[in-house]
């Protein structure tokens, strides 16, 4: 298999349509997939409409294209990262996502007609050794109008974008099970953008959804959903960092199970990623010891008291009067998502650590744990 490839003229027009609905590419990288093939993926970087990094196949890098006779339609995908991503970077454990779409644009090439929204693309080799993503649910592009999902080229022939959701092979077997539908609600994150390293929900996920669903406290998919829907200046450990401050405080407390203390890591700079990788992106109630598991459910969700969560935007709002001209200006056009924009440094995690303390020493009052 390999990637479709297409005349000057074509290439041309099919670079104006992407620039045209997807965003223009600074950046395009030439992925060998053999010796004599390889795959163009233009980078998209983020900007005031998206704050992702947009990934787009462009067919192979040749000056003489091998069409197959009479093959009218062809196929291009579009993966997307968070804003946070480097695309400098070419270690592996960054550039992964570059290898994987290449493949996958080469599997594509197997297409005959364009496949039905949900249909689950498999490339023969995974991303890196200890990533095995090597599939990939094919949707209808997010972030652009419908007539964006096709470009019209001479000659009768189109191109077809889709936007790929990358898997893990267990991932792409229940969603040929049970449907890419329940996949998606069982995946529980943001359609737009791949979390690096997430981990395989069905390794993560031990108990059951319903049970997981009574125990979740927060998910950053949710703060994802608000950066996208409202194209937010912010990107995705942003919207880990309150999650990382409640984590820390925990831990500070020994509040935390022995098993999560254990791989937790000694810096609290790096707790959003691990929240993210390790975590599947969530806070659940299981996370903390029984005998402050009622506090973190009553606080987190405010139910009959405070909730955290508006302790924080009242916090982020306050914040935001005496901030940098970039963060109040954000803080004060987006007031109810005006956390995400704070700065995540020492003094974010102590204020917000005096918050939760001050709440769990009027909690235990009030249950009379003094």
Same mark, same amino acid.
């Given at each position: 298999?390999?990637p479709?490839s297409?005349?000057?003229?074509?290439?041309?027009?099919l670079?104006?349509?992407?620039?045209?609905?997807?965003?223009?590419?600074?950046?395009?990288?030439?992925?060998a997939?053999? =010796?004599?093939?390889?795959?163009?993926?233009?980078?998209?970087?983020?900007?005031?409409?998206r704050?992702?990094?947009?990934?787009?196949s462009?067919?192979?890098?040749?000056a003489a294209?091998? !069409?197959?006779?009479g093959k009218?339609?062809s196929? !291009?995908?579009?993966?997307?990262?968070?804003? +946070?991503?480097?695309?400098? +970077?070419?270690r592996?454990?960054?550039y992964?996502p570059v290898?994987?779409?290449?493949?996958l644009?080469?599997?594509?090439g197997?297409?005959?007609e =364009?496949?039905?929204n949900?249909?689950?693309?498999?490339?023969?080799s995974?991303a890196?050794?200890n990533?095995?993503?090597?599939?990939a649910l094919l949707?209808a592009?997010?972030?652009s109008?419908?007539?964006?999902?096709?470009?019209?080229?001479?000659?009768?022939?189109?191109?077809?974008?889709?936007?790929a959701?990358?898997?893990?092979?267990?991932?792409?077997?229940?969603? #040929?099970t049970a449907?890419?539908?329940?996949?998606l609600?069982?995946?529980?994150? #943001?359609?737009s953008?791949?979390?690096?390293?997430?981990?395989d929900?069905?390794?993560?996920?031990e108990?059951?959804q319903?049970?997981?669903?009574?125990?979740?406290?927060?998910?950053?998919?949710?703060?994802?959903?608000?950066?996208?829907e409202?194209q937010l200046?912010a990107?995705?450990l942003?919207?880990?960092?309150?999650?990382?401050?409640?984590?820390h405080w925990?831990q500070?407390?020994?509040?935390?199970?022995?098993?999560?203390?254990?791989?937790?890591?000694?810096? #609290?700079?790096s707790?959003?990623?691990? *929240?993210?990788?390790?975590?599947n992106g969530?806070?659940?109630r299981?996370?903390?010891?029984?005998?402050v598991?009622?506090f973190?459910d009553?606080?987190?969700?405010?139910?009959?008291?405070? #909730?955290?969560?508006?302790?924080?935007e009242?916090?982020?709002?306050?914040?935001?009067?005496?901030?940098?001209?970039?963060?109040a200006?954000s803080?004060?056009?987006? =007031?109810?998502?005006?956390?995400?924009f704070?700065?995540y440094?020492?003094?974010?995690i102590n204020?917000?650590?005096?918050? *939760?303390?001050?709440r769990?020493?009027?909690? !235990?009052?009030?249950?009379?744990?003094?």
């Amino acid at each position: 298999m390999k990637p479709e490839s297409y005349l000057m003229q074509e290439r041309r027009l099919l670079e104006h349509h992407v620039q045209a609905f997807f965003g223009r590419f600074e950046t395009i990288l030439h992925e060998a997939l053999s =010796p004599d093939v390889s795959a163009d993926i233009g980078i998209i970087p983020p900007s005031k409409e998206r704050s992702c990094h947009t990934l787009v196949s462009l067919g192979e890098s040749s000056a003489a294209p091998n !069409q197959e006779q009479g093959k009218s339609d062809s196929i !291009q995908l579009l993966l997307f990262l968070p804003g +946070d991503w480097n695309p400098d +970077d070419r270690r592996e454990e960054q550039y992964w996502p570059v290898r994987l779409l290449a493949r996958l644009s080469a599997a594509a090439g197997c297409f005959r007609e =364009p496949p039905a929204n949900g249909t689950i693309l498999k490339t023969n080799s995974p991303a890196q050794e200890n990533l095995p993503m090597s599939h990939a649910l094919l949707l209808a592009p997010s972030c652009s109008p419908s007539k964006g999902s096709c470009c019209r080229l001479p000659e009768g022939k189109n191109v077809h974008f889709y936007q790929a959701v990358p898997l893990y092979p267990d991932e792409a077997e229940y969603g #040929c099970t049970a449907g890419s539908e329940e996949l998606l609600k069982r995946l529980n994150i #943001c359609n737009s953008i791949l979390f690096p390293f997430r981990g395989d929900f069905l390794d993560c996920d031990e108990i059951s959804q319903e049970e997981a669903e009574g125990l979740l406290l927060d998910d950053v998919s949710w703060h994802l959903e608000s950066i996208q829907e409202k194209q937010l200046p912010a990107d995705t450990l942003s919207a880990c960092s309150h999650m990382a401050a409640w984590l820390h405080w925990f831990q500070k407390h020994k509040f935390l199970t022995p098993q999560l203390e254990e791989k937790l890591p000694d810096s #609290c700079s790096s707790l959003r990623e691990f *929240i993210l990788e390790q975590l599947n992106g969530q806070l659940l109630r299981s996370h903390f010891i029984q005998e402050v598991q009622d506090f973190a459910d009553s606080y987190y969700s405010g139910e009959n008291g405070p #909730c955290f969560l508006s302790d924080l935007e009242d916090f982020a709002r306050e914040y935001g009067h005496s901030a940098d001209s970039d963060c109040a200006a954000s803080c004060a056009a987006f =007031p109810e998502e005006a956390y995400l924009f704070l700065p995540y440094n020492d003094d974010y995690i102590n204020s917000i650590s005096r918050i *939760i303390e001050q709440r769990w020493t009027n909690w !235990q009052r009030q249950n009379n744990r003094l």
